[in-house]
């Protein structure tokens, strides 16, 4: 008779997505997964597979939800320089909170990983992709509707936006000072002029 899991699979994962944003992935032992998660070894490796597995899903949850979140703040912010204004003041709102500093699961995977471990260079890659393309259709809208009057390469400021997006939870981490990332980010948005 098959064993009935008596945990949710997805609840599981963001806890092992929270736990690997925290403290990283070498430095995130099984069992700390498996404390932190509530679930014995043999559920984890059964479900999961092995850390390897567990941190690659947890870390396309982490895009998944990041990605699907910026899509509907996008669509829910017509006015694009006031949307990008609104989407920093969370960015740095957010850092600010975090007690644990924890940064951006992005970067941090980034610095850690790369570039010792070359199967995960494309996720980051495809991660930079469609974040860029993001904030490049967003610019295009404002474009096109006459909101953003910029003759600068879209192209360029979206690559910059996305440097800045994560930038903020970088420098956060450090020195959460909302005056002086609030400045930076009114900098950048001046390019929309």
């Known amino acids: 008779m098959p064993r009935v899991k008596l945990f949710d699979e997805n609840e599981v ?3 092992a ?62 006015n694009v320089r006031d949307g990008f204004s609104i989407l920093f003041d969370n960015a740095i709102e957010e850092a600010i909170q975090d007690k ?43 474009k096109a509707s006459g909101q953003l009057k910029t003759a600068k390469d879209l192209e360029s400021i979206a690559g910059l936006f996305y440097t800045l997006y994560n930038g903020i939870r970088v420098v956060s981490k450090v020195q959460p000072d909302k005056k002086k990332l609030k400045d930076t980010v009114n900098v950048a948005l001046s390019l929309l002029d």
Not at 46 to 73: M, P, V, W
Not at 106 to 134: G, H, M, Q, Y
Request: glycine share 6%; proline share 2%; with cysteine.
């Open 13 to 15: 994962l963001a806890k």
């Open 17 to 78: 997505m929270n736990l690997f944003w925290k403290q990283g992935y070498a430095a995130t032992s099984i069992q700390d997964l498996v404390s932190h998660l509530g679930i014995n070894r043999g559920s984890l490796y059964d479900t999961f597979g092995d850390k390897e597995q567990l941190f690659k899903k947890s870390f396309a949850l982490y895009r998944k939800t990041n990605i699907e979140g910026l899509k509907h703040f996008f669509e829910n912010h017509p």
């Open 100 to 142: 644990d500093r924890k940064g951006c699961f992005v970067v941090n995977t980034t610095t850690e990983l790369i570039p010792n471990d070359a199967s995960f260079t494309e996720v980051l890659e495809s991660n930079k992709r469609d974040f860029e393309k993001l904030f490049l259709e967003y610019l295009k809208q404002g």
